[in-house]
T-cell receptor
Framework: GAGVSQSPSNKVTEKGKDVELRCDPISGHTALYWYRQRLGQGLEFLIYFQGNSAPDKSGLPSDRFSAERTGESVSTLTIQRTQQEDSAVYLC??????????FGSGTRLTVV | GEDVEQSLFLSVREGDSSVINCTYTDSSSTYLYWYKQEPGAGLQLLTYIFSNMDMKQDQRLTVLLNKKDKHLSLRIADTQTGDSAIYFCAEKRDSNYQLIWGAGTKLIIKP
């Protein structure tokens, strides 16, 4: 498709379970970003992939969070042993040189 | 403190102009962006301005950039109820793909 696609759009999980969130960036966009947005808050940077370079993981809040990206395509964000404070909208964006980001619609994660 | 700062709320009457302000700190900024986030949705790019420009107009939107003061503003003329959203300011620095984000300004429209 023409935009950034994220799945699932909503996820409800029990505390302690693992979840995997998926992002399909725009074809040809070399950069991919994950952000977290808690209710009523701004964007919290999580991780950034740029081409084949090592990702910038400086925003990951704990070692329960990890992300992978296959080449310049799909990325998955995995949260292990989910906690209630992980409840948020997880936004993915992609970009190319000199352009702004294009965001997906996000995955709303609720940990109960 | 944050590198990009915005007021958290702005309240305007329907039909009036809205002016959303943003300040940033890095003089190497190359592009500055305004994104709109409607309730329950992702962020949508509204407009952007190159750092060598002072002004950009696009229909009801006017972006003003004061590079000396590192101040960016977004003016929405004839504000409508559909303009209710959170508006994020972001800057792109010369050396990096990454954008530096403000916390967002929630625009509230009064009837």
């Amino acid at each position: 498709g023409a935009g950034v696609s994220q799945s699932p759009s909503n996820k409800v999980t029990e505390k302690g379970k693992d979840v995997e969130l998926r992002c399909d960036p725009i074809s040809g966009h070399t950069a991919l970003y994950w952000y977290r947005q808690r209710l009523g808050q701004g964007l919290e940077f999580l991780i950034y992939f740029q081409g084949n370079s090592a990702p910038d993981k400086s925003g990951l809040p704990s070692d329960r969070f990890s992300a992978e990206r296959t080449g310049e395509s799909v990325s998955t964000l995995t949260i292990q042993r989910t906690q209630q404070e992980d409840s948020a909208v997880y936004l993915c964006a992609s970009s190319d040189v000199g352009n702004g980001y294009t965001f997906g619609s996000g995955t709303r994660l609720t940990v109960v | 403190g944050e590198d990009v700062e915005q007021s958290l709320f702005l309240s305007v009457r329907e039909g009036d102009s809205s002016v959303i302000n943003c300040t940033y700190t890095d003089s190497s900024s190359t592009y500055l962006y305004w994104y709109k986030q409607e309730p329950g949705a992702g962020l949508q790019l509204l407009t952007y301005i190159f750092s060598n420009m002072d002004m950009k107009q696009d229909q009801r939107l006017t972006v003003l950039l004061n590079k000396k003061d590192k101040h960016l503003s977004l003016r929405i003329a004839d504000t409508q109820t559909g303009d209710s959203a959170i508006y994020f300011c972001a800057e792109k620095r010369d050396s990096n793909y990454q954008l530096i984000w403000g916390a967002g300004t929630k625009l509230i429209i009064k009837p």
